[in-house]
Every structure is written in C-alpha cells, then in structure tokens.
C-alpha cells in the first residue's frame, strides 16, 4: 500500500513538473479567451439596448411634438387637411413601428405596456384633439421609458 501511494506521488510531481507548464498556460489562455468573450457579448448586448432605447426615446419625442403641432395649431378648427391628415398617420405609424420592432428591449417594453399607453394617448389626440393631455401622456412614456434605461447604465 505503501508503494502504491509512493507511485502515485510520483506521478503526480512529474506531472505538475513536465507536463503542466506545458498546459497550464493553454488552459489560462483559454479560460481567458472564454471569460473575454462573455464580457464582450454581454457589452455588445448593453450597446444594442442602448441603441434602441435612444431611437426609442427620439422617435416618440420628435414625431408626438409634430403630431401635437399639427392638431394644436393656433386657431384651427377641428380637422386636418387630407395632406395633415396623411402625415399625421405617417407619424403615428413609425412611432408605433419603432414601438413594435425593438429586438433586444422587447421585454422592457412589453412589461412597462409602451404600446398600449402610446395607443391611448394618440386616440386622445386623434379623437379629443385634447394637445395637453397627449403631452402629458407622451411625458409619462417618456418617464417610464427613461427609468428603464437608468437600470442598463447603472
């Protein structure tokens, strides 16, 4: 038994003395690599979140000033002319498109229901023609929208 024990030391020490320096630094590079590349994924995928949040934020507060212009202009009676009226429903549409298409933030969106406010302030302007409630329901989103993007950057 104890020669047993004797060989196993043996092999052991001539292990750690031969054949680990020759592997030992493989297997720190590819641990190394591996940790690397999850560091950079995880990176890559802030950036992207990061991206669509800023078309995100850009696109309602652009297109909801210009759809708010074209409801509450000075004394205008309630109505739009077919061309208002066409790029009205421009705006409206590439807001809710860039509500909708959102790859890598789809979850936040969904969870902080963005379609679903955006629907209800846009029928308020559409229907009601009410300018300040749809600014205040367009600020609320934008709120929301804003604290989500605080949890990536923190």
């Known amino acids: 038994m104890r020669q047993f024990f004797s060989d196993i030391y ?5 292990f750690i ?3 680990w320096p020759a592997i030992g630094p493989l297997i720190g590079v590819l641990v190394g690599a591996y940790i690397a590349n999850r560091n950079q ?16 934020l850009s696109t309602l507060h ?15 009676q309630p109505g739009l002319t077919a061309t208002e009226q066409d790029e ?3 705006l409206n549409r590439e807001t ?14 969904t969870d902080l229901d963005i379609r679903k406010e955006w629907v209800e302030v846009e029928y308020a302007l559409a229907k009601h023609w ?6 205040m329901g367009v600020h609320s ?9 605080e949890k990536i950057i923190e």
Not at 141 to 149: D, F, H, T
């Open 41 to 56: 994924r995880k990176q890559w995928i802030e950036d992207k979140k990061q991206s669509e949040y800023r078309e995100l």
């Open 10 to 14: 043996i092999a052991a020490r001539d």
């Open 130 to 135: 009410n300018v300040g409630d749809f600014s």
């Open 96 to 109: 809710t498109q860039v509500i909708d298409d959102r790859i890598f933030i789809a979850k936040e969106i």
């Open 141 to 149: 989103i934008l709120k929301k929208i804003r604290g989500s993007v």
């Open 88 to 90: 009205y429903d421009e």
């Open 17 to 19: 003395k031969y054949v």
């Open 62 to 76: 652009r297109n909801s000033m210009k759809m708010a212009a074209l409801v509450g202009a000075p004394h205008r």
